[in-house]
């Protein structure tokens, strides 16, 4: 089973979450590949696509973007929304996925 967030980190993966998905160049947020970037919350629910490390760990982001902007500027971008949140810290972001149009997509990964 996947060990929960470290103290305090909960609020932080959350308000990351709430950050990244406000860019107006992020569809949604995904777990990753193969479901390992989420944030495990005590008696909640898990936050998809934001694993906070520990240590000197990076913030995992894992998104869904839509077409337009370049992926190198875009990863740019979401590191500086981060380190807005928290400070200077390594920030890697996997693109999941690409999609076209202005609307964003349902969650499959978003489980209560």
Do not use: K, N, Q, W
């Not at 996947?2 to 993966?13: F, K, L, Q, R, S």
């Amino acid at each position: 089973m996947p060990a929960t967030v470290p103290d305090g980190a909960a609020e932080i993966a959350a308000r990351i979450a709430a950050a990244v998905r406000a860019h107006p160049d992020v569809a949604r947020l995904d777990a990753g590949p193969h479901g390992v970037v989420a944030s495990y919350l005590p008696g909640r629910r898990r936050i998809a696509g934001v694993r906070v490390g520990v240590g000197t760990e990076p913030v995992e982001l894992a998104v869904v973007v839509r077409l337009g902007t370049p992926l190198p500027r875009l990863a740019d971008e979401l590191a500086a929304v981060v380190h807005e949140l928290v400070g200077p810290v390594a920030v890697e972001v996997t693109f999941c996925d690409v999609v076209a149009g202005p609307e964003a997509v349902p969650d499959p990964s978003h489980r209560p």
